[in-house]
C-alpha cells in the first residue's frame, strides 16, 4: 500500500476508535470494496481499447451471426419443404376423382328411371318398381340422395329427385 492509503487508513482506524463509532469502520470497508470493484471496471475498460480484444470480440460476433443464419436457413428450408408437401396433398385431393359408387341393380334402375322422366317421387318409383308402400320407395330415394347419385328438392308436400348435374 502506498503511504497516503496507509495515513488514510490510520486516520479512520483513530477517529473510530476515538468516538468509537463503528460507523466510520463500515464507511470504511464499504469505501475499500467499491475501490475494488472500480480498479477492476477500469481494468476491463482498459482491455476493451485494446485492438486486439475488439478484433476478438469482432470474430465472435461474426461467427454467431453466421450460425444463426444457418440455423435460419434450415428452418426456411424445412418450411418450403412443408409448404411442397402441403401443396402437393391440396392438388392430389382437388384432382383426384372418387371412385365409382357401387350400388344394386334395383338402384341403377331407380337412377335410370329418374333420367329418363327427369323428376320422379317416391309415389312414381313405389307404382314403377311395385314396392308396397310409399315409405319403402322414399327411403330407397333419400338413400341416393344421400350418396351424392341423386338431389332432391320439395315442391310443397312431395319431394321430387332429380339426376346429379355434374359441374
Known sequence: MTQETNREENTYKRNASEEGGENELVAREVKEEVDAVMREVKSKVDKLS????QASLMYTVRRERENTNLILKNIYARL???EEKIRKLAEASAGKQALPMLVSEVDEQIIAFVKTKGKACAEEVQKQFKYKGRNAASARLNALFAQGMLEKAQVGRKV???????K
Open 80 to 82: 418450403e419443404e412443408l
Open 50 to 53: 485494446d485492438p486486439l480484444v
Open 160 to 166: 321430387y329427385y332429380f339426376p346429379v348435374v355434374n
